[in-house]
């Protein structure tokens, strides 16, 4: 059922994209935006050359002209949290739509199988955390309550008249389970739950929470990381493009369908609604991969190493 709230259209607003550095759906996005005449903060710890060449083309100040502002930004920090939206308010007079973008895929420095302490893991025995749920899900929690804060206080304040937009990034991982990746699942599965919990806001608050769940995306997070491309078969599987989910995440955004808490999921060619009850799952090209027993066997191998996890 459509909201009967005022429609939102991305044109003449700022949006805050975390993660909109790096070459993939972030980056993506952020594009889109700028070409459909949105202002964008890229926020990440830095821009390679393709945001780069983004950025500089627009980054003059023209009067009726989208602006793009990059903001050095560790998602992990959360000082440095709170400084995009203090930018985004001093270059543009506010924010209209925040995209906790940026998330890593179990990486070796933080892996649930590489435990705190082991070698190459970031993740220090004494550091009480896990870097990889600081990213994939503290960060766009912590990023939605400085949202909400600001589009509840700034001048151009939320209101069902006056909407605002948070758009999250899950995965078809936060409808599913694998060993080789728990903790990406886990954070995944939270940011999906976090997402559907939030959609109270929407009628009261004129604060729309959604969330996009891409299927296996072409992007660096698989194409630049060898131990991950192992999970993918050439012959079998097929990628779904980064373009494919911005044009979703812009559908999340603008489509007065998409209510509050509503999850979308985005395969080859392939959309769909998830429901939060009898979900039948993932289905359609890129939305799943083949996988293989001898990356879960490798697995209990490392599992069985003699001193496996402990410290000291």
């Known amino acids: 059922m459509a909201s009967s709230l005022a429609p939102f ?25 700028l070409s459909r005449g949105c202002n964008v903060v890229f926020a990440d710890l ?9 950025t500089d083309k627009y980054s003059q100040k023209s009067s009726g002209q989208p602006r793009a502002f990059f903001q050095k930004t560790d998602v992990t920090n959360w000082n440095q949290l709170s400084k995009m939206f203090k930018v985004a308010q001093e270059e543009f007079g506010g924010t209209d739509l925040v995209c906790p973008g940026a998330g890593v895929f179990e990486p070796g420095w933080s892996n649930f199988w590489h435990p705190p302490g082991s070698s190459g893991s970031k993740d220090s025995v ?9 990213i994939n899900l503290t960060h766009p929690i912590r990023t939605s309550q400085l949202a909400i804060s600001a589009f509840l206080s700034q001048q151009s304040k939320a209101t069902p008249q006056n909407p605002k937009r948070i758009v999250m990034i899950s995965s078809v991982a936060g ?7 728990p903790l990406y699942h886990a954070a995944k599965h939270g940011v999906v739950a976090f997402t559907r919990s ?8 004129g604060i729309r929470v959604n969330a996009c769940c891409p299927g296996i995306i072409k992007t660096p997070l698989w194409t630049d990381n060898p131990d991950k491309m192992r999970y993918f078969d ?6 779904a493009t980064p373009e494919e989910v911005a044009e979703a995440m812009l559908t999340l ?5 998409m209510v509050g808490g509503t999850i979308l999921e985005i395969g080859h060619d392939v959309k769909r609604v998830v429901p939060i009850f009898n979900n039948p799952g993932p289905k359609g090209a890129a939305t799943s ?4 027993a001898e990356l879960i066997n490798e697995v209990y191998d490392t599992v069985a190493t003699e001193g496996w996890g402990k410290s000291g």
């Open 46 to 54: 830095g821009l390679r050359p393709e945001a780069k060449a983004i």
């Open 289 to 292: 991969i083949s996988g293989s």
């Open 126 to 134: 004494e550091g009480d955390r896990y870097a990889s749920l600081d």
């Open 175 to 181: 409808q599913g389970a694998s060993l080789l990746v």
């Open 198 to 205: 939030l959609a109270g806001l929407d009628d009261k608050f």
């Open 9 to 33: 259209l991305v044109k003449g607003k700022t949006a805050i994209v975390t993660g909109a550095g790096s070459v993939g759906i972030n980056l993506c996005f952020a594009s889109l935006l």
């Open 253 to 257: 955004v603008e489509d007065e369908e």
């Open 234 to 239: 050439e012959e079998k599987d097929l990628w």
